[in-house]
């Protein structure tokens, strides 16, 4: 059943990004005096790492989680959804620095959009084992 498998894939979606919020978390706990904490912007330089790096593993991650949770097939998903997930990204660092909230909360959901339009997109086009239509 398709709405099975989307409902997964928006478990995937929000379980990366929280995964890297998390390391964002224990890292400004862990390390308080890094560099990358500042006086008057906290411990942002965590969260920017986590930005520029994170994203990409967590692209590269979501194919074994999606498999795990049962979305079948899963690699077709993870491959379908880097583009959207990339587009989205794009919007993100494209926000003005008056939206940084809103971007923050676009980033943050953004395998909740893209994992799920992925199996969709699949769905449409017949390669997810049930019928079009």
């Known amino acids: 059943m398709i709405a099975k498998r989307v409902a997964l894939a928006c478990v995937v979606g929000i379980i990366l990004p929280l995964a890297l919020v998390g390391w964002t978390v224990a890292m400004t706990e862990l390390f308080p005096n890094s560099s ?3 006086e008057y912007t906290g411990c942002f330089g965590y969260l920017m790492k986590a930005w520029e790096v994170g994203r990409w593993v967590a692209a590269v991650v979501a194919w074994p989680l999606l498999w795990l949770v049962g ?3 899963a690699w077709p998903v993870a491959v379908v959804a880097v583009p959207l997930l990339v ?3 794009l919007v993100v660092e494209a926000l003005p620095l008056w939206a940084l ?3 923050f909360l676009l980033a943050l959901v953004s395998g909740l959009i ?3 339009a992925a199996v969709l ?3 449409r086009l017949g390669r997810s084992g049930e019928p079009v239509g």
Do not use: E, T
């Open 114 to 116: 893209a994992y799920p």
């Open 101 to 103: 909230w809103y971007a």
């Open 36 to 38: 990358l904490c500042g």
């Open 71 to 73: 979305v079948r097939p």
């Open 87 to 89: 587009v989205i990204w």
């Open 121 to 123: 997109i699949l769905g």
